[in-house]
């Protein structure tokens, strides 16, 4: 089995990349017949601005931009797609935001018919939610940010298309351990991606 680590931030002595290497090596510790990949989209300047091209794909008028169709098939490789991302206005940074924009389109990530509804495309993959916010626990939870998060994210991108929410994590700078329990955490995480299908 594979997994697709996707880090969205641009320092890579962060957190962030920590806690995405700490998923790596627990999906390596978890077996030889498991395999991971990652997608670094700051160092790899992936464009998040949605152009002309991404309308005319949406209207299903023209194929993918080359850079749209390398990560669809990055993601067809992967049985797993694992979202590392510090938390930017309760939500994901601008990079990742784009990145789903862009690459989780009509055609392959669903399909918009008038006629039937919504066709969800992603029923095979599962997806893991790996978010790091610097506000503590008591604060998501006293505003329902948490709860909005996961509105928007797990159901409203991944369940519009049909992928399963395996797994949605928020690590907080007041958890006990910090940042030490953050790397646990990940590791133990990444051992259980697979774990259902050994």
Same mark, same amino acid.
């Given at each position: 089995?594979?997994?697709?680590?996707?880090?969205?931030?641009?320092?890579?002595?962060?957190?962030?990349?920590?806690?995405?290497?700490?998923?790596?090596?627990?999906?390596?510790?978890?077996?030889?017949?498991? &395999?991971?990949?990652?997608?670094?989209?700051?160092?790899?300047?992936?464009?998040?601005?949605?152009?002309?091209?991404?309308?005319?794909?949406?209207?299903?008028?023209?194929?993918?931009?080359?850079?749209?169709?390398?990560?669809?098939?990055?993601?067809?490789?992967?049985?797993?797609?694992?979202?590392?991302?510090?938390?930017?206005?309760? &939500?994901?940074?601008?990079?990742?935001?784009?990145?789903?924009?862009?690459?989780?389109?009509?055609?392959?990530?669903?399909?918009?018919?008038?006629?039937?509804?919504?066709?969800?495309?992603?029923?095979?993959?599962?997806?893991?939610?790996?978010?790091?916010?610097?506000?503590?626990?008591?604060?998501?939870?006293?505003?329902?940010?948490?709860?909005?998060?996961?509105?928007?994210?797990?159901?409203?991108?991944?369940?519009?298309?049909?992928?399963?929410?395996?797994? &949605?994590?928020?690590?907080?700078?007041?958890?006990?351990?910090?940042?030490?329990?953050?790397?646990?955490?990940?590791?133990?995480?990444?051992?259980?991606?697979?774990?259902?299908?050994?």
């Amino acid at each position: 089995m594979h997994a697709l680590i996707v880090v969205a931030h641009p320092d890579q002595a962060s957190l962030t990349h920590a806690i995405a290497d700490h998923v790596a090596q627990g999906v390596a510790a978890s077996g030889p017949q498991h &395999s991971f990949e990652f997608a670094d989209l700051a160092s790899e300047a992936f464009d998040p601005r949605f152009t002309q091209a991404d309308v005319a794909l949406h209207l299903t008028k023209e194929d993918p931009p080359a850079d749209v169709a390398a990560e669809h098939a990055r993601i067809d490789r992967a049985d797993a797609l694992v979202l590392v991302y510090p938390v930017h206005w309760w &939500s994901f940074p601008a990079l990742l935001k784009g990145w789903i924009d862009r690459v989780f389109t009509n055609g392959w990530a669903y399909d918009a018919h008038p006629d039937v509804g919504v066709v969800k495309k992603l029923q095979r993959l599962q997806v893991h939610l790996i978010a790091s916010g610097g506000a503590d626990m008591r604060t998501y939870a006293r505003h329902g940010y948490f709860g909005a998060m996961k509105t928007q994210i797990d159901h409203g991108i991944f369940g519009y298309c049909g992928a399963r929410v395996a797994t &949605s994590d928020l690590l907080v700078s007041s958890d006990a351990g910090y940042p030490s329990s953050h790397l646990d955490a990940a590791q133990a995480i990444g051992k259980r991606i697979f774990a259902a299908q050994q």
